[in-house]
């Protein structure tokens, strides 16, 4: 189907050509943003019909969601011949604390504690990556070989969570610029994060993404698609950044406009978006209910 393109700036075409979003994880972020606040379940005829939107092919799609449920994404049951998917509670967990994260309406205040896990080469080999590629998830960065740092309180039932068998040592500490052969804050955010990259990669999100702001209102189907990618692309690069506080960030930060865009096209489009799913997704129950009420709090303001 094709996408008019209203007038006020940003092409929608040229954006989706441009972005080239893989299937997997553009189906991951549309069951996140658009069907896990509706009870988390669709049919896959809906589905299908929703990615045709990006270009994908029903065989695509298929074959895309067979496997995301092969690894515990979604289940599956069926009434007659029509299949649902839904989300496991595994990850509804997941999009859960994706969520808190996304669509936060601005970065937690820092009261200067960080959160240090240690001796993960005690760990057994098979459980080490697998625990460092979880911490990463959480907005933990690598600082040595044998030490994970995060810039936030965790909860202590997350890390028995995350290796119940060999839970890693983990202790709280604050870190004050000056000390004696202390590093300064902004020296171990650079050594724990590829912070360069980050800030690029939210530049580069502001130039695709600002251009719509200013763009007239189009169609139900261009306002779902626009969120779709926006958050698709804000989500890719989020979950990669530890939301550092001011204080460890660098000058010129460009996530504080990343964000401010996100949050502004985000809610812009969202009435739209809601008027498509509406329209054009059967859930288990039939039309899918109402989104949970913390959904209308997205990116929401805090003046």
């Not at 240690?118 to 080490?128: N, S, V």
Request: charged fraction near 20%; hydrophobic fraction near 40%; aromatic fraction near 10%.
């Amino acid at each position: 189907m094709g996408i008019a393109e209203p007038a006020g700036g940003g092409n929608l075409s040229t954006l989706l050509a441009e972005l080239d979003p893989r299937a997997g994880p553009l189906i991951v972020t549309v069951f996140g943003d658009s069907i896990a606040p509706r009870g988390g379940n669709i049919w896959l005829g809906s589905l299908i019909s929703l990615m045709s939107h990006f270009g994908m092919s029903e065989r695509l799609v298929r074959t895309v969601v067979f496997r995301l449920a092969r690894d515990g994404w979604f289940a599956t049951r069926s009434r007659g011949r029509r299949s649902f998917y839904e989300l496991t509670p595994e990850s509804r967990k997941t999009f859960a604390d994706a969520d808190s994260r996304i669509y936060a309406a601005s970065s937690a205040k820092w009261d200067g504690t960080w959160t240090l896990v240690q001796a993960l080469p005690d760990l057994p080999a098979r459980h080490r990556q697998g625990l460092r590629d979880a911490l990463k998830w959480y907005g933990f960065g690598q600082l040595s070989p044998t030490l994970m740092v995060s810039p936030r309180a965790h909860d202590p039932s997350l890390f028995n969570n995350l290796a119940p068998a060999d839970p890693p040592a983990v202790f709280n500490a604050r870190l004050e610029e000056g000390l004696p052969g202390t590093a300064s804050l902004t020296s171990i955010a650079a050594a724990a994060w590829n912070i360069e990259e980050l800030n690029d990669a939210y530049g580069k999100f502001t130039e695709q993404f600002q251009p719509f702001i200013k763009r007239s209102l189009g169609t139900p189907e261009e306002g779902f698609i626009l969120r779709s990618l926006l958050i698709h692309e804000y989500r890719r690069i989020l979950l990669r950044d530890p939301q550092l506080p001011s204080a460890l960030a660098p000058a010129g930060w460009a996530g504080e406009t990343a964000r401010e865009v996100a949050s502004t096209l985000y809610r812009a489009q969202t009435p739209l978006a809601d008027q498509f799913i509406d329209s054009n997704v059967e859930c288990w129950s039939g039309p899918c209910p109402e989104p949970y009420a913390n959904y209308h709090q997205r990116f929401a303001t805090t003046d």
